[in-house]
Structures are given as structure tokens and as C-alpha cells.
């Protein structure tokens, strides 16, 4: 499985982005697709994830309310839609892919396939 991520930027406080993660290769095999981050210094962390089939979707604490996981399935491709953006989001962003049920992923061990980051940095 390979992801191709995209969307990344530099956005004002309180801004907004939407990332895209495009997946190719052995779809059929995956179950639950997402997105990671990982800022300055810290340790790569959940942000959401969204299932394959059902569309069942989870999203971490510190982004519920603000960012929105979709998926487009004829597309093959899953989107982050970022609102309401904070400094604190700045950080690498990761699209990733899993066997797994969405309710059974949470860490970055949980992930077998990762796509390339993307930066989004707030700042003004």
C-alpha cells in the first residue's frame, strides 16, 4: 500500500486547511485510514481515523470539534478538513493505514503503511 499526502501549508491562527491522502497498491487489504502528527520534539500522536467501509470515524480530544476526517472511496482517498487552526497544531502530518478496526487504533505501533509527511505550520 502506498498513501501520497498532500495539502500541507503555512495558515494564520484560526485558519484553515484540508489535507488529502491518496492510497494505491493493495487497498483490499486495509481496513481504517488516518492521520498522525508529529511536532517539534514531541512523539508522533493519534489525530484521527476513519473506517473503510462503515465510515465510522474517531478523532483525538485536542482536535474534536475543529478538524473533520472524511473519505471519498471511489477516489481512494481520505481528506482532513482543519478549522479553527492553533499554533499548537503546527507539525509534520502523516497519512496512514491500517488492518485494523478504527476503534482499535490509537498509537503509532497500530500502523503498518505511512505516507510521506506534510508540514502545516500556524503561525502569524
Known amino acids: 500500500v502506498q498513501l501520497q499526502a498532500s495539502g500541507g501549508g503555512l495558515v494564520q491562527p484560526g485558519g484553515s486547511l484540508r489535507l488529502s491522502c491518496a492510497a494505491s497498491g493493495s487497498i483490499s487489504s486495509i481496513n481504517t485510514m488516518g492521520w498522525f502528527r508529529q511536532g517539534p520534539g514531541k512523539e508522533r500522536e493519534f489525530v484521527a481515523v476513519?473506517?473503510?467501509?462503515?465510515?465510522?470515524?474517531d478523532h483525538a480530544g485536542s482536535v474534536r470539534g475543529r478538524f473533520t476526517i472524511s473519505r471519498d472511496n471511489a477516489k481512494n482517498t481520505v481528506y482532513l478538513q482543519m478549522n479553527s487552526l492553533k499554533p499548537d497544531d503546527t507539525a509534520v502530518y502523516y497519512c496512514a493505514a491500517t488492518k485494523r478496526g478504527v476503534y482499535y487504533v490509537s498509537l503509532s505501533s497500530h500502523i503498518e503503511y505511512w505516507g510521506k509527511g506534510t508540514q502545516v505550520t500556524v503561525s502569524s
Open positions: 476513519i473506517s473503510l467501509s462503515g465510515g465510522t470515524t
